[in-house]
């Protein structure tokens, strides 16, 4: 059995999202192909052909305090009485807890944006695949998004097993706005997150890590 992980977005009611899906690990056929792509990976190493980057993928989080901000696209939370997250990490760990959902707005609510990509790994029968390594994941913040406070995961990290998906809701969270001298002030914000996935079936000769970038854009507010 060996992996092909791929990491799309899933589109949901609030955004329609259009991204070319990011394939590691892709299919050898059985006719051949191996040597095929072997003499492929000798051929780049002998010109010094640098592979493509993968494409980063674009995650929107429009303003949830705007006028005409769509209440389905987000959720009051109060981040001061969390609910336990149903549900564990892939390799065991907690999975974050959720703050509860409430009716009315206070001046300890959030509003609660959610978008969520999936992990699709498929496997193979193809003999010379069945000594795949297992697979893992792992999504990083970059050191901004990090210091923003506003971005968490439902799982940051995991296994990956053939046949089994796994998804990551990627939730953005403000506080409300302070309004300053009675205006809303604000701008978009661009952050960027990287899963990184290792494992799985990989061509020979080339690397096990692949690393797949995510821009993360809000509307934050001050």
Known sequence: Q???VTAMPVVDAAQSIVVPSVVNNTATPANGGGSLRT???DVKKA???TPFPAPSMLLLFPDPYA???DPSMFQIVDPANAAPAGGKGAK???AAAAPAVVAVESETTCRRQVKRLKLVSCKSAIAAQADAKPASFEVLLDDAAKEAGIWSFSV???ALTPGKDESIEVVCMQPRPRHLGGVAVGAWKSFTATVVIKGGW???GESDEQRIPIQLQAFVSI
């Open 2 to 4: 060996w992996l092909q």
């Open 39 to 41: 003499l492929a990976t």
């Open 47 to 49: 010109v010094q052909l």
């Open 67 to 69: 006028v005409e901000a």
């Open 92 to 94: 065991g760990g907690a």
């Open 156 to 158: 940051d990290k995991g």
């Open 202 to 204: 990989f061509p020979p």
